[in-house]
């Protein structure tokens, strides 16, 4: 049996709330693995995860800031419609290249990324 290899990394952020860990360690992760070489997605879903992806927040740490550095080294960001429709944004209050998706895509990333035998984090 050939040996499988991860080239991609599927990173889901559900929840982003400021007193928790999990939004700076779904970044650090990011950039880590990136740094390593492989592709890496991150998918800001649940209507508190979303909120990584809105443009514009304020207090520290700088997340924004954060995103466009992950960013800049090629690490790609997807948001869900869904979620970001239960909390009232849109597109257009979205750091500038992140992407909005609908959930059913949501669905299919995490269906592809185990088919193919990659590494799927869930914070």
Known sequence: MPERKVTKVLLFLKNMVYESTSPMETLRFAKYYRKKGL????VL????GVILGKRGKRGAPPYDERVRECMDIGVKFKCCEL???MIGFEQNE???GVEMIESYEVADLMLQYCEEGQLVINL
């Open 94 to 96: 979205l750091i500038e």
């Open 45 to 48: 879903w649940g209507p508190m």
């Open 83 to 85: 979620a970001s429709a």
């Open 39 to 42: 592709d890496v997605l991150v």
